[in-house]
């Protein structure tokens, strides 16, 4: 492996019981970059991220992180090596039954012994870098879900990690907060000197923050490339996911049988 | 043409894989579900050493329940009171009141109502709470920062949950022999003496008390890890919280009433 990456995937295959979700995937994953990757709902994008923090196992290939090769590693290495990863995910994952401060502190108190003003001191400071200090006494149940991803991004920088993985953080935002949160996951990557994953399949908010862009499309990497090489990209996936048509390489119809058969029944069908 | 006679074998033969794919789904669930338990063991030691974490769901499953608890007591030991009087006294031994409510009390209706009340108010709400946790991805979000969900989350409320049953049950049967004591003595005029002696001589600490202490302590391990175990397995969805629940409620019922058919016929035998 590499130094300079922080993550590598190595020809992952990985199958719900026998339904095949990740099909031959490599990737690699620089340190200190913020890489994207994209493709449409149900491709295996959240599933590779669970892979990659190690709550699924592959069925052949390899993870690695940060030189340790994740599907290998023992309960409690493993949780070693997720005290330097933070996650974000989809819908926040705030815990409700706490308020914004105790569920940044969280962590903090679980992982630690320091003194409450010292955890008091860095769970400001977090809230203060995603712009929700004065919010810091509120449940989660009052946010709205902008702030709700804010708290939770705040959440997953409480330890300082190594490694952070976006799953969908775009999803279900008005145009403002998906700003925020993409000017957010770019500043705090390079003022923690993290390295970051984000799954999304926002292409245009992507294409402004990040450094890589993986596209994946029925479990295999279909074409990746820096944001420039994807805006000039005649690769007809790329192009069907960039402008948003309907039907293209991914399909608009779901594998079915034909319309006609389904309709008029096998017999007439046959027939006709 | 479609052969008929084929038809009715394939409606069989798929009779009988739905069957066979039954059995192997219920049977791989008791396997998960004893696996759960041997895990939960082995991550009890926080629930322990943080022992802030167990006190904090005794608060909510054991010490919100004492107003249901203690209600019902004691109206079943009124109405013990009530019929037991007019058994009693066809007999002239109406004296005796105050031993039937509590022997009642002590050694069946104490654990076993009390266990049921108590599956119904806190088991589900610790499945509903357990199990909508894990839809909002509140307990993968817990594992990915490296913090064991069935420690920090799972064992506490179990341990609460076997810890207060115990005293639910006893503060129920004594609500209930306040009630049986308000109708028998205050209101229908047993003589109060006859009512507290022979309840003292007759109720035998060995194989009255202890033995329902025993048993709400068994039923407060079955309810607890029913609830848990049921919120854990949830199916990550509202249909599948909502099924959760309903399944505590009723398995608990099932198991409370199971294993006290099983417990009295091994506690009583020389009695």
Redesign the interface.
């Known amino acids: 492996m590499s130094d300079d990456n922080l993550v590598e995937i190595k020809d992952l295959d990985f199958a719900y019981d026998d339904r095949p979700i990740l099909k031959g995937i490599s990737m690699e994953i620089p340190r200190g970059k913020v890489v994207a990757i994209m493709g449409g709902s149900g491709c295996g994008k959240t599933t590779l991220l669970r892979l990659i ?1 190690g ?1 699924l196992k592959p069925s052949r290939g390899e993870v690695l992180v940060d030189g340790l090769s994740v599907p290998k590693l023992r309960d409690d290495e493993l ?2 090596l ?2 330097r ?1 933070g ?1 974000l ?3 926040g ?4 039954d706490i308020s914004v401060y105790d569920n940044v502190a ?2 903090m108190r ?2 630690s012994d320091l003194p409450e003003e010292l955890i008091r001191d860095m769970v400001l400071l977090k809230l203060n870098a995603v712009g929700l200090r004065g919010a810091s006494q509120l449940m989660p149940a009052e946010l709205s879900g902008g702030m709700a991803r804010r708290v939770a991004l705040a959440r997953a920088i409480a330890l300082d990690p190594m490694l952070i993985m976006y799953d969908e953080p775009f999803a279900g935002l008005d145009p403002i907060s998906l700003g925020v949160i993409g000017q957010l996951i770019r500043k705090l990557n390079d003022a923690l000197g993290a390295t970051s994953i984000m799954v999304t399949h926002d292409i245009q908010e992507s294409l402004q923050i990040v450094d890589y862009i993986y596209f994946m499309s029925d479990g295999k990497v279909v074409a990746m490339g820096t944001p420039d090489e994807i805006r000039a990209s005649q690769h007809p996936f790329v192009h069907q996911f960039v402008f948003a048509q309907a039907d293209g390489p991914v399909p608009f119809h779901y594998p079915a049988q034909a319309l006609t058969q389904e309709l008029l029944g096998k017999d007439a069908y046959e027939q006709s | 043409m479609s052969n008929p006679r084929q038809n009715s074998g394939g409606a069989l033969l798929s009779g009988i894989t739905k069957l066979g794919h039954r059995v192997n789904d219920a049977l791989q669930r008791l396997g998960f579900a004893a696996r759960f338990f041997v895990m939960l063991l082995l991550h009890s030691g926080q629930s322990f050493r943080r022992l802030h974490l167990t006190i904090r769901e005794l608060y909510f499953s054991g010490f919100q329940s004492l107003l249901i608890i203690m209600v019902s007591g004691l109206f079943i030991g009124m109405v013990l009171g009530m019929q037991g009087y007019e058994t009693l006294q066809r007999y002239g031994s109406a004296e005796a009141l105050g031993v039937l409510v509590a022997l009642s009390l002590v050694r069946e209706l104490g654990p076993v109502v009390a266990a049921l009340l108590f599956a119904s108010r806190a088991g589900s709400s610790i499945t509903a709470e357990i199990g909508l946790m894990k839809a ?3 307990l ?2 817990m ?6 969900p069935i420690a ?1 989350v799972v064992a506490p409320r179990f341990w609460g949950g076997v810890i207060s049953m115990p005293l639910l049950a006893a503060l129920f049967s004594a609500a209930g022999v306040f009630g049986g004591y308000l109708i028998g003595v205050v209101f229908i005029g047993v003589d109060e003496g006859a009512f507290w002696s022979q309840m003292q001589a007759s109720v035998d600490f060995r194989y009255d008390v202890w033995s329902g202490i025993i048993k709400s302590f068994v039923f407060g391990v079955a309810v607890s890890l029913i609830a848990v175990f049921e919120g854990y397995d949830a199916v990550p969805t509202a249909e599948g919280v909502s099924s959760s629940i309903k399944s505590t409620v009723v398995q608990s019922a099932l198991a409370i009433l199971a294993l006290d058919f099983v417990l009295t016929s091994f506690m009583f035998r020389e009695a």
Do not use: P, S, V
């Open positions: 923090g709550q949780y070693a997720r005290r990863m996650m995910f989809q819908f994952a705030l815990f409700t969280y962590q679980e992982h | 909002t991805e509140q993968t979000a594992d990915m920062m490296a913090i064991n920090r």
